[in-house]
């Protein structure tokens, strides 16, 4: 008899519950669940085929062990052997920094990926870290570190409830949203504008995110940090900056105008291609909208001056007055995000605390720009990386200049991969050690809880019970930091136990802490839950805002709803003043770089990338029901730009960029501008070694080859991933 098991899907920010059905030990079927508090029945094609995916034949079964140059199937001992002989080693001859952690997209997707990767880099005491972040938000956490002191104080827009949502560089119809966690985000768009409200969509494609917009702008890449300047200015100049109950909070209001003085719409509209007009209507729809919000994602993160775009979206929030308001934007509060600390000064947050050894970039939120990673490798001397542990990452295919990449890991002393497949990255590590897959993972959203445009808790136990020979994702990890802190073998829970009494040893001596002045040992208990990172989170829910329980979410399978997002200013402040600090140093410092744009009128075609409803980055393209269709690696071009190049729809092309050239199939559309081609990231899985059957099929291109990786917004060391210039010949 079949039966049904609830899971959040993992596979995007939008965290959709799902209803499983599941024959034996197989996922059989999955649709939504109709009554989780905040997904209320929405999935797609992705969530769909959740069991196609579980199911892959090519997931990996065993560890894998390198043995004579190949990798072989081995025991789950083998392969922590290994790996304890050889990082402690390592690190002993060569220091601590030989050994670099590079750490993909789906750990924010995982219980394993939120709770042990900061003891990993304890353990190791390596700076040498390298995450998506700086192919992706980087420039978000730097602009909220800057302005409120906390790099995850990032406001998300009350979809649900503004007037007025200005959306740059985001495509949530494919997408599903990102940095906004909201289920069924297109169908709250379309509630937006059915209760009257306004989108404005800013993106140089005609997405279908535009197509359901209000009004569409479709500038040059690379140019909304001018955009939103112009925007700021007008307000400033028309006097139509009401920042209201904010100015209290607010430091360098008066400053502002000044700092943004060069940048009328009139300057603007030649290097931004758009209408001087058109600026100043937006200025003061956006002012006039009784709430509004503005956001900015992937197209106004990984670009040229993609921190100044991300600190204008905010300024321009606070200068409608609509930060940490209802409709405008607001501080989700996630109930593992410990409770509330009173109002006051913080310890601020700074930037360039070190370098990279080779190039010099400086840290932001403690890593370094993935661009880097190759170079770090590849360089001599002393610091020079030597081992590396990539978890749940695919920086070949995800970062710029995957083929340098492929030969630095190839001549890497040691490697480990946690990873359920053999793909272009894992394929160079000395040990894989796979995760099982999904269906029997538990679940529990610590890092999109934080930015859902409603506070809600939801946990999912395995759907399917580990199945023999397999090991939990939680425990692969905290085996791996016992592996290399010199203490392999000692029981996993350990590395648990210590996180737990360590937290409630401070949590009980914090006057906030709901714990204040409990008996640790107690406390530490009364915590339920199966594993360790069960009673972790129990912990972690017991000391946040709402106080809840491990028992009270398994007493609530669909979710426990927190309510819709409320002010909470200014307790979420940690900057120095203690207040928003609207036109901090490091951004007034990079502001002469942008008037310098000003100047910028590109001749030649520049790229952009995008992404499809059935994929997920590098990793989705195994899985049959997600491929095929619509969902190709294509060049898009412009009608007007592929008859003056000779180039024709389903012809090929030649694409040349900094980086080096790939050959691509056009497809001509007009839902490009002119200017503009599209190619989608994640593609190129024809590298020998890796087993993954349907994707090296259709392999694709891999746009990031187009790339050297030395374009970078300098403060948060994020790639510029979009916007940057190509040259195009017709192949035969
Ligand atoms: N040109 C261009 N490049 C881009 C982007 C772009 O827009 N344009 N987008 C960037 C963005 S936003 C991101 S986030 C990065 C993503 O960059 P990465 O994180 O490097 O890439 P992913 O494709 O998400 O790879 C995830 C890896 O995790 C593995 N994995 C899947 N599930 C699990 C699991 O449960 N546990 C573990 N341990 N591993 C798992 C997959 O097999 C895969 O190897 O790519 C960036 N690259
Ligand atoms: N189906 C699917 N969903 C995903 C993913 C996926 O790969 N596939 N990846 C997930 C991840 S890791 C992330 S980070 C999110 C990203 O989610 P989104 O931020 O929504 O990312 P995209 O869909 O790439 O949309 C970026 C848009 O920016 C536009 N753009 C490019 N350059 C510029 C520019 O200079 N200015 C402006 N205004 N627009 C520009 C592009 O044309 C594109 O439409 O999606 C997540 N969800
Ligand atoms: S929208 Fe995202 S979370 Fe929801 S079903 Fe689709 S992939 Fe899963
Ligand atoms: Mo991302």
Same mark, same amino acid.
């Given at each position: 008899m079949p039966r049904t098991a609830l899971r959040i899907c993992p596979l995007c920010e939008a965290t959709c519950g799902l209803t499983l059905t599941i024959e034996g030990t197989t996922v059989t079927g999955a649709r939504g669940d109709r009554d989780d508090v905040f997904s209320r029945g929405f999935i797609c094609p992705k969530g769909a085929a959740f069991g196609a995916l579980d199911a892959d034949p090519d997931r990996l079964r065993t560890p894998l062990v390198r043995r004579d140059g190949r990798l072989q199937e081995a025991t789950w001992e083998e392969a922590y052997d290994a790996i304890a002989a050889a990082v402690p080693a390592l690190v002993r001859e060569h220091g601590a920094q030989s050994v670099g952690v590079v750490l993909g997209n789906p750990n924010v997707h995982t219980i394993a990926g939120a709770l042990y990767p900061p003891l990993l880099l304890k353990a190791l005491g390596t700076r040498n870290l390298f995450t998506a972040s700086t192919l992706d938000q980087m420039p978000k956490h730097v602009s909220s570190g800057l302005l $409120?002191?906390?790099? $995850?104080?990032i406001p998300v827009p009350d979809l649900d409830h503004t007037d007025f949502l200005l959306l740059l560089g985001a495509n949530p119809l494919e997408s599903n949203g990102s940095l906004c966690t909201a289920p069924d985000f297109p169908g709250r768009l379309k509630a937006l504008r059915a209760r009257g409200g306004t989108l404005v969509v800013v993106d140089p494609r005609r997405t279908r995110t535009a197509r359901l917009a209000d009004r569409h702008l479709a500038p040059r890449p690379g140019s909304d940090a001018l955009l939103l300047a112009a925007l700021a200015h007008t307000l400033l100049a028309e006097k139509l900056a009401a920042p209201g109950a904010l100015e209290e909070h607010t430091e360098g209001l008066g400053e502002l105008a000044a700092a943004l003085g060069s940048f009328t719409p009139e300057a603007v509209a030649p290097a931004c291609d758009l209408a001087a007009d058109d600026i100043r209507t937006l200025a003061r729809e956006l002012a006039a909208a009784p709430t509004a919000a503005v956001y900015g994602r992937i197209g106004s993160c990984t670009v040229e001056y993609g921190t100044l775009a991300s600190w204008l979206v905010d300024v321009l929030n606070i200068l409608t007055g609509n930060l940490d308001r209802p409709g405008g934007a607001l501080f989700p509060l996630s109930a593992t995000s410990g409770a509330p600390r009173p109002a006051g000064p913080g310890k601020g947050f700074a930037l360039g605390r070190w370098s990279s050894r080779v190039s010099g970039h400086p840290e932001a939120k403690g890593e370094l720009p993935t661009s880097a990673l190759a170079e770090e490798i590849e360089t001599p001397g002393e610091g020079r990386i030597r081992a590396v542990i990539a978890i749940a990452s695919n920086p070949v295919l995800s970062a710029p200049d995957g083929d340098r990449l492929d030969r630095a890991l190839a001549g890497l002393d040691f490697m480990v991969s946690v990873d359920p497949y053999l793909n272009e990255t894992s394929r160079h590590a000395h040990v894989v050690l796979p995760p099982p897959p999904p269906a029997q993972s538990a679940h529990f959203d610590f890092a999109f809880n934080g930015f859902a445009v409603r506070n809600q808790a939801r946990y999912s136990p395995a759907a399917i019970p580990l199945e023999e020979g397999r090991m939990e994702e939680c425990e692969i990890h905290a085996r791996l930091i016992l592996a290399v802190s010199g203490l392999h073998g000692a029981p996993p829970e350990a590395v648990d136990e210590r996180v737990i009494a360590d937290s409630l040893a401070r949590a009980v001596t914090e006057p906030h802490s709901p714990l204040f002045g409990a008996d640790p040992e107690e406390q530490a208990r009364l915590l339920s839950g199966r594993t360790g990172p069960e009673r972790r989170l129990d912990m972690m829910l017991r000391l946040g805002p709402y106080e809840l329980t491990l028992e009270d979410l398994r007493q609530n399978p669909h979710g426990i709803d927190l309510g819709p997002l409320r002010p909470r200013l200014p307790g979420v402040l940690r900057t120095r003043s203690g207040r928003i600090e609207l036109l901090p140093d490091p951004i007034a410092a990079e502001l002469p770089r942008l008037r310098a744009a000003l100047a910028d009128r590109p001749a030649g075609l520049v790229l952009v990338g995008r992404r499809h409803l059935r994929s997920n980055n590098s990793w989705l393209h195994n899985v049959p029901a997600l491929t095929g269709g619509s969902n190709r690696c294509t060049l898009q071009i412009h009608p007007q730009d592929a008859g003056r190049l000779g180039l024709t729809d389903g012809g090929r092309a030649r694409i040349t960029a900094d980086g080096g050239s790939l050959e691509v199939p056009v497809e001509v559309t007009d839902t490009v501008r002119t200017g503009v081609v599209s190619l989608p990231h994640g593609w190129g899985h024809d590298r020998a070694g890796a087993r993954l059957s349907v994707a090296s099929g259709s392999p694709g291109a891999n746009v990031n080859q187009l790339l050297d990786g030395s374009r970078l917004d300098p403060l948060s060391g994020t790639a510029v991933l979009n916007g940057f210039p190509v040259e195009l010949t017709p192949l035969p």
């Open positions: $409120f002191g906390d790099p $995850f104080a």
